[in-house]
């Protein structure tokens, strides 16, 4: 997978992806394309990761060296402090390369940004694979989350999300909704997904339901 904490290689993703769509559509901004959908991104599947500038970043940041202590980000006797700095700081780099540099682009030209991250639905899933997804939805001007499957959404999921939309005082919540919910879905189950969505605060369901026929 890419590396979204490398500086470059989003700049390229930029002038390759987004600004090809401003040459040809930009007319079309604000207006009839209203906005731009990322969907889960991420660092790594269940890893530690890494990116240049690491070591000398985590040492001006909490006044030490990773290099000696390393080794303790994957223990469990009484290394919490060093796992948490350097995720911690993973997150920080991560929302600044990534999220935050898509956000300020999609304000610069009059486009919303939504979207979702991936593996959101528990603590766990996120920090091996985000870090930390709340600082990334600040930067969304609809935060977003995917509802997968015929049942319903983790209350982490859902809170995470509203809570930063209400922080940051975004009127909308988007939830990517009836994924892989299968063929044998009723309307009566979507609809108690929808309504229990609502109640946790996301106003607007994106429909991810091709596959259903009525």
Same mark, same amino acid.
């Given at each position: 997978?890419?590396?979204?904490?490398?500086?470059?290689?989003?700049?390229?993703?930029?002038?390759?992806?987004?600004?090809?769509?401003?040459?040809?559509?930009?007319?079309?901004?604000?207006?009839?394309?209203? @906005?731009?959908?990322?969907? %889960?991104?991420? &660092?790594?599947?269940?890893?530690?990761?890494?990116? #240049?500038?690491?070591? =000398?970043?985590?040492?001006?940041?909490?006044?030490?060296?990773l290099k000696p202590v390393l080794y303790?980000?994957?223990?469990?006797?009484?290394?919490?402090?060093?796992?948490?700095?350097?995720?911690?700081?993973?997150?920080?780099?991560?929302?600044?390369?990534?999220?935050?540099?898509?956000?300020?682009?999609?304000?610069?030209?009059?486009?919303?940004?939504? @979207?979702?991250?991936?593996? %959101?639905?528990? &603590?766990?899933?996120?920090?091996?694979?985000?870090? #930390?997804?709340?600082? =990334?939805?600040?930067?969304?001007?609809?935060?977003?989350?995917?509802?997968?499957?015929?049942?319903?959404?983790?209350?982490?999921?859902?809170?995470?999300?509203?809570?930063?939309?209400?922080?940051?005082?975004?009127?909308?919540v988007l939830a990517e909704t009836f994924?892989?919910?299968?063929?044998?879905?009723?309307?009566?189950?979507?609809?108690?997904?929808?309504?229990?969505?609502?109640?946790?605060?996301?106003?607007?369901?994106?429909?991810?339901?091709?596959?259903?026929s009525l």
């Open positions: 997978y890419v590396d979204l904490m490398n500086d470059e290689a989003v700049r390229y993703f930029f002038e390759t992806t987004y600004e090809k769509y401003r040459e040809s559509l930009g007319d079309l901004f604000g207006k009839e394309i209203c @906005g731009i959908f990322t969907d %889960e991104p991420q &660092l790594s599947n269940f890893g530690y990761p890494v990116y #240049d500038g690491l070591f =000398s970043d985590f040492e001006e940041e909490y006044g030490y060296s303790r980000i994957d223990r469990r006797d009484g290394s919490d402090a060093v796992r948490y700095d350097y995720r911690r700081l993973i997150a920080k780099k991560y929302t600044e390369t990534y999220a935050g540099k898509l956000g300020a682009w999609c304000r610069e030209n009059d486009l919303v940004f939504t @979207g979702h991250m991936a593996a %959101e639905d528990g &603590l766990y899933f996120q920090i091996q694979t985000q870090a #930390d997804v709340m600082p =990334s939805y600040l930067s969304f001007t609809v935060p977003g989350i995917d509802v997968l499957g015929n049942r319903l959404p983790t209350l982490t999921l859902l809170k995470q999300v509203s809570s930063v939309a209400e922080q940051s005082g975004e009127k909308d994924g892989a919910s299968g063929h044998g879905a009723t309307p009566r189950e979507l609809l108690n997904i929808r309504f229990y969505e609502a109640m946790y605060g996301v106003s607007t369901a994106c429909i991810h339901l091709s596959a259903y």
